[in-house]
C-alpha cells in the first residue's frame, strides 16, 4: 500500500485556511503569492490600482473558496492563476460595461459650477463646497463615509488610510469608489 504524499507547504497553507480559518497560514500564502500576483496583474493592466485591485479580489476569493482546492486536480500556484484569470476577466468586462471611471475631481468640479450658478461672485468659496461635500458625504454608509473624510478633509493618501484603519488598499479603493458613485448620484438627484 503507498504511503500518502504529504502536503506541501502551500497545500498546507489551503488546508488550515479551508478547515480552521486560519488567519496566520492566509499570511504566509499572502506573502507568498501577492508579489507574484502583483507582476501578473501588472502584464494585464496599465494601472497599479487595477493590478493591486486583482489581487486583492483574487486573494479574496482564495480566502472565501479554499475548501474547493483539491491538490490531485493541480498545484496550488495553478489554482490561484486560474482565479486571477477568473478575477481579470470579470474586472474587464466591468471596465466595458462602465468605461467611464469617476474621480473626486469630477465631484468638486460639479459642487463648484453648482456654485458659480447660484453665486453673484465669479470667485468659489471654497469652504461652502466643503460643506457641500461633508453634507453628502454624511449619507454614505459608515465605511465609506470614513474614506472619504480621511483622504479629503484630513489629506491621507490612499495607503495612509489603509494602515490607519487596518484593512487592505484595495478595500479603501473600493469604498472610495463606491463613495464617489453615490455623491456623484446625490449631486445628480439635487439638480
Given at each position: 500500500m503507498?504511503?500518502?504524499?504529504?502536503?506541501?507547504?502551500?497545500?498546507?497553507?489551503?488546508?488550515?485556511?479551508?478547515?480552521?480559518?486560519?488567519?496566520?497560514?492566509?499570511?504566509?500564502?499572502?506573502?507568498?503569492?501577492?508579489?507574484?500576483?502583483?507582476?501578473?496583474?501588472?502584464?494585464?493592466?496599465?494601472?497599479?490600482?487595477?493590478?493591486?485591485?486583482?489581487?486583492?479580489?483574487t486573494l479574496t476569493k482564495v480566502w472565501l473558496k479554499?475548501?474547493?482546492?483539491?491538490?490531485?486536480?493541480?498545484?496550488?500556484s495553478t489554482w490561484?492563476?486560474?482565479?486571477?484569470?477568473?478575477?481579470?476577466?470579470?474586472?474587464?468586462?466591468?471596465?466595458r460595461?462602465?468605461?467611464e471611471q469617476l474621480c473626486a475631481d469630477e465631484i468638486y468640479l460639479d459642487l463648484e459650477s453648482e456654485a458659480d450658478a447660484h453665486s453673484?461672485?465669479?470667485?468659489?468659496?471654497?469652504?461652502?463646497?466643503?460643506?457641500q461635500l461633508k453634507h453628502y458625504c454624511a449619507q454614505l454608509p459608515p465605511g465609506q463615509r470614513q474614506v472619504v473624510q480621511l483622504i479629503y478633509f484630513d489629506d491621507r493618501s490612499q495607503q495612509e488610510v489603509a494602515d490607519a484603519l487596518g484593512i487592505p488598499l484595495g478595500t479603501?479603493?473600493?469604498?472610495?469608489r463606491l463613495a464617489l458613485a453615490k455623491i456623484r448620484e446625490l449631486i445628480d438627484d439635487t439638480h
Open positions: 503507498a504511503k500518502p504524499v504529504p502536503l506541501d507547504p502551500q497545500q498546507q497553507w489551503l488546508v488550515q485556511i479551508a478547515q480552521h480559518r486560519d488567519k496566520l497560514a492566509f499570511a504566509e500564502l499572502f506573502r507568498h503569492y501577492a508579489p507574484r500576483l502583483l507582476n501578473h496583474a501588472r502584464q494585464h493592466f496599465s494601472s497599479d490600482a487595477l493590478a493591486e485591485e486583482m489581487v486583492q479580489e479554499a475548501h474547493l482546492y483539491h491538490r490531485d486536480k493541480g498545484q496550488v490561484l492563476f486560474t482565479i486571477a484569470r477568473n478575477v481579470r476577466f470579470d474586472m474587464l468586462r466591468r471596465q460595461a462602465r468605461p453673484d461672485n465669479e470667485r468659489l468659496d471654497r469652504p461652502i463646497i466643503e460643506q479603501v479603493k473600493s469604498r472610495l
